[in-house]
């Protein structure tokens, strides 16, 4: 069976969130079940409470005896945790006397406790907390469309509360919740020391990749590259890039040689044209013909050298070296945008698989290693996967290196771009 063809039957994939539920289970704030985490399994609305009081550090006084609600279905093991969740405010029931212990918790209504539990109230938003939760969240900081994806499960849970930690509390004097949580005795010292320094870390990182998004012209080589084998069968192949754009707000000019095992192909923007070169074989169209979609296709490669952050609950390490002049970050992640980076590496190949099943076949995390200069801009990216599925492994790469951005940016366009068939004017030609 061929390489492609073998990699098709590999089942769909989740997001793994591991990372967040051993983070808090570390700091005592998460627990699981007597089978474990059960990451993948939907929330009860008596589980979320129970997971919300201990995540906040509660346990204890919960169990005091001081605390009551006025709900008669709730059971026994959930009674201490609903009723110190509703005298402080983070939740209610469905009804004054039912609060459906068993029903599934969504993820408005997670995030509505945590954000209660930071001290927002209905006075915080134009409406309801409840009604504006989600957004309000993400704006908060502690969801995002990644955990919104797909079903809300006891590990999408745990991101958000893992997201939480650096929230800050409202009215308080603490800049995280994590520093409260300590305060509070809820956490040991050393321990919230080390996530305390984790965080900030991975707020550095954060703030350094949200500053390559930004849209703005650019020049950069790009190599991306396949080595790996199925039982007997071996496949290598590799294929580098030179782009170049410059970005106005009416006018795009661009140049993009391709060279790989297949030839070379080099596309031109200008003067609201599109020149094509396709091993020898010269076309000229007008840029306003192409669909949306062909315009997208032919910009992926300038769009994957702005990879957005990797959320923090899906990174297992982030260090930081200095080389020459340069400041040399290295992260490892399970999932996420460098997933979908490698996918679109991937697909370039001609691999025909979605981003869930090419999740699959990564053995382990991505690594990625980015150098900025001493003026904050990126100098080089490199990311690389391991495959392992089955008889097949091997290793799926990507860099880029940037050569310039803004105006720093030069254009040298062909000589020969008025020799190029118009195929606009052959099109008019053959219907007149």
């Not at 073998?6 to 808090?24: D, F, M, T, W």
């Not at 958000?160 to 800050?168: D, E, G, N, R």
């Not at 297949?262 to 192409?290: A, F, M, Q, R």
Request: charged letters at 20%; proline letters at 3%.
């Amino acid at each position: 069976m061929s390489f492609l063809a073998c990699i098709l039957l590999i089942p769909a994939s989740a997001v793994n969130y591991e990372i967040p539920a051993e983070q808090l289970n570390e700091l005592g704030l998460f627990r699981g079940t007597d089978a474990g985490f059960e990451l993948d399994r939907a929330p009860t609305r008596a589980e979320a409470v129970t997971m919300l009081v201990r995540f906040l550090g509660l346990e204890e006084e919960s169990k005091s005896g001081e605390y009551t609600h006025p709900f008669s279905d709730v059971p026994k093991w959930a009674d201490e945790a609903v009723a110190i969740a509703f005298e402080k405010g983070y939740t209610t029931g469905v009804t004054d006397t039912k609060f459906d212990p068993q029903g599934i918790c969504s993820a408005q209504m997670y995030v509505t406790f945590i954000l209660r539990a930071l001290g927002y109230s209905d006075d915080s938003v134009e409406s309801t907390l409840w009604a504006e939760a989600i957004e309000f969240g993400k704006n908060v900081g502690i969801i995002d469309d990644i955990i919104l994806s797909g079903t809300f499960l006891r590990g999408n849970m745990t991101a958000v509360s893992y997201l939480a930690l650096k929230a800050a509390p409202q009215d308080s004097e603490y800049d995280t919740l994590l520093e409260k949580l300590f305060a509070d005795g809820a956490v040991d010292e050393i321990t919230a020391q080390l996530v305390a320094i984790w965080l900030i870390r991975l707020e550095e990182y954060s703030n350094i990749m949200t500053g390559f998004t930004k849209d703005t012209s650019l020049a950069a080589s790009i190599t991306m590259s396949i080595n790996a084998t199925d039982g007997d069968d071996v496949v290598s192949s590799s294929t580098s890039i030179d782009v170049a754009a410059i970005f106005n707000e009416n006018d795009l000019n661009l140049t993009l040689v391709m060279a790989s095992d297949d030839g070379i192909d080099e596309t031109y923007i200008t003067n609201g044209n599109v020149y094509v070169n396709s091993n020898g074989e010269k076309i000229k169209v007008p840029l306003e013909t192409l669909s949306g979609t062909d315009m997208e296709n032919l910009l992926s490669f300038i769009q994957i050298t702005n990879i957005p952050p990797t959320p923090p609950y899906l990174i297992s390490n982030v260090g930081m070296n200095s080389q020459d002049d340069s400041v040399v970050y290295t992260i490892k992640a399970v999932g996420g945008p460098l997933a979908e980076l490698m996918h679109i590496v991937f697909t370039s190949f001609g691999g025909n698989l979605s981003l869930d099943d090419f999740s699959a076949m990564l053995d382990g995390s991505i690594v990625m290693a980015f150098s900025v200069d001493e003026d904050g801009l990126p100098t080089k990216i490199t990311v690389s996967a391991a495959l392992d599925y089955f008889n097949i492994s091997g290793t799926l790469s990507f860099e880029v290196e940037f050569i310039a951005f803004g105006a720093g940016v030069k254009i040298d366009f062909p000589d020969d771009l008025d020799t190029y068939i118009d195929m606009a004017a052959e099109m008019a030609e053959h219907t007149s």
